[in-house]
């Protein structure tokens, strides 16, 4: 059957009454249509599509009517926006997760918002999903090519941040690559890109990648100052590093001073101030100046120009990220120009304020070694034995094998910065790139703890809604039982037939001529009308009926007794004569019989409606409690996947912890391996020094002996 | 001093080595594939909370019953928006106190769902009281009335507050969605 016809039909053949409606109403009365259609038949979209065509030509026709009744026709409301703001509105309120589900509960609806879904993604910390996300965009877009490409390249440009901020160089490595034109990109972008793979291929761009840095310098140089964004910035930066590292200082050194002199009036513009993905703007810009300035300080040291190095770290910020190192830079320049005593200061000041680190391990040979040359031996001694006492320390704090059940321990708790400088063996270990690689995953399971906790939440009252709805219908299901609505409806059909019949013949009876009445005996018209009587007009015909049985017993074939065929022909006459009159009674009462006739057909016919809906309301209920066995049914699905999920999860964390505790195992093995080579190295130095101690050394320690605080004066610095 | 000479520059390429993991802070880390199966499960986890979302939605609110009301600000510029009311047919269903956070998020264009229920087919009433400041700073309510006719098919109705830069006052708009 062409369905798509037979409505078309239906729709046509409508009376022209039912089509003389305005246009908002004929527009709900299509979406009824539609909804019932749908329910029916379950239609198709394109059967509907065809409808709302068939509607649009109905409207057209009557748009004439529609303008006299100065009435408009409902805009769609635009549902793809609607939805966009509401998931943004969730967003911004940190309802994050919720926003995915209202965006991907919509998305089959054909409404696409998979920029957003792919922000959403990050944040959530699932790139993967934003990568698929911008690819179905990319797959479903109806745009403009370029606009898909920019919008594609934003979203890696993206995920390359967030991998690499995951210190996952090999994604990092892998959005990038998916970005196979970066001369198309936009400046910004472009910056952006270049920053990246210099990031991902340090030190080697590729010739690619330096020929985009070419282009980038070429267009800063012509651009206006206040053009250039903290990703330029950044490049240039990273052109000098490359340059040093090359040991290219001069080259370095001149890149460096021009650095500082463009950054002089650098401003962050509004984009840059607004970034969500990123920290904060400003802080990164200050970072940058930072390590800009001790970058220019390491170049000044690498050409021998130790005073000025040492003025340029003079002024370094101490709340920086850089600090340590600026600390680290400072006592060496001072080493270097003989400062032994300030550079001594600088490095305990560094341990005092840093703890212990790979700096302090290099620089106090280095000191000692200084000493040794200015010929202060014991001042020299004094030095390693200190850096002797402290390995020895430093040893037996590290955690060794047997305390191996501390990492086990190690909650998420454990892994914030604030309780990892409880404990400085913890706080270097969370800087090793294996170990905070590993962490990143730790915190990835606990995030997903995190979601699997409120999915229990939800499936908890899920369950709860569920048994009160079964509850509910099974209440309804026994008042019904109790009500016997069925049988009280078959009941007052019955009632309503009866009645129904009985009017037949009261109007019949009533409208019927005199002449056509006439050709039935008054017994037999009242026997049609019996159940119309009252009761002692019945009880009357009841006796004219038993009168009628004896008349009609009568014998009437003995013609030579006509004495007989006359008597009974004279009872039936006075039969019909008594008949006659009360049929003339009841005929008087017809019309008002009939009258009330119908109110009562009308009565029954409304209690019958209304017991009709009542039971329509209760078979509507019988296909809910169709519709929630089909809720039951889904929701086991649900629990079961949830059940899977919670499964994988902890197998993911048992694998997630195993790797951390490898990790943290092997950083630890590390240290320590290095720790007994810088104590070996120690020893062996104060051994090489007491051989070979000149006398008047010797003799100089008793004259002049030195005392030396253990952390030195911090004003010395 | 050649022990010195080679100490400096171990130092010097410690300091080296330093900036770089210090500024990029790089590594190499193989968890790609354990990465990937986490991610795989949040996706699963936020699949199951979708299809949990759109059942708890047909089964509480079914579209044949469903009211659902939203709340959205213009500029703001008139209105400092501190707390909506709701009432169903003189029945308060719903109110929000807001949070800055909150009131950011609706002037950013977000839209807040405040309310959604049930009720039954026929004429109805919905009034919407918006509390906050003025320009001035001056307390001010504001109140918008709207009747409506539910039919078989979800009701979603939406309260605008618009600055209206002619009275330099804030109204309130209704807008009914036509799905």
Redesign the interface.
Known sequence: MDLRRGIRFQIDKLPDESLQVTSSQG??LL??LK?ILRVKYALTPWLLLSLSLNHAATSNVFADEALANNTTM????A?AD?VY??A???Q???EV?NA??LL??FSHKQLKHDQLLAELYLQ??????AQSSIQQYQFVQTDSRSKTQALLADVFLDLTQVA?S??????AKFYLEQINQPQQLSNSQQALYLNLAQ??Y?PNMGSDNEQLAELIVANNVKADKENINLADLTNQLNQV?YQ??QQNYQQAATKITVWFARVKDFKLDGSEQNSSLQTSPRKTFE?LIA?AT??RS?IS??QGQFKQAKQQLASFARDN??SQ?AL??YA?TLMQMGELAASEAALNLHKQEFGIS??YW??M??LA??WQ?QQEYVRAFNVYQQLEAEINQALKQLPNSQQQMLVADFSQASLTNSVAKQDIWQGLAMQN??V???I??VN??S??DE??A??KL??E??DY??EV?QKRFTRIADSVQQAELQQQISQLTDKLTVFNQQLVVVDNIGTNTADSNLQQTPLELLNQLNKTLDPQQAKWLADFNLSQQIIDSLPNEKTDENKDAKKKARYQQRLDKVAAVLYWQVNQQLPERSWQYKKALSQIEKTLAELNQQQQRLQRLTSEQF??NQ?KS??AQ?QQ??QQ?VQ??KL?KQ??TQ?YQTEVKAFYQQQHSMLEKALLTTQQAIAHLLENLPERAELKEQADPIELGPAGSVNDV | MKMYKQLLKIALVVSSLSFASGFFNLAMANNSELNQSIQDLKQQVLELNRKLFILEEDLLFPASNQLAVFISLDVGQFFKLDSVELKLNDQPIAGTLYTDRQRTALEQGGIQKLFIGNIKEGEHSLTAFFIGLDKQGNNIKKAKQFSFEKFDEASMIEFKLVDDTGSQQAKVEVEEWVL
């Open positions: 527009f709900r979406t009824k909804q409902p805009n769609k409301t549902m609607k703001r509401q943004q509105y969730l911004q309120v940190g997760s995915v589900v991907e509960k959530l910390n699932m790139p993967w999903q690499l995951q210190k996952d160089l090999t994604s990031v991902i340090w590093v040093y590292q970072n390590y001790i970058i390491q040291f690498a990220a850089f190192h680290y830079l060496l790979h700096y290099f620089n040979p280095l070694q200084k040359q790139n294996q905070a690689g590993a990143q995953l990835q399971v995030q997903l979601l699997l409120a999915l939800k499936i009252w899920f809604l569920l709805q519709k929630l809720y889904d929701f649900i996947s949830y999920i994988l999860t993911s694998q997630v790797q």
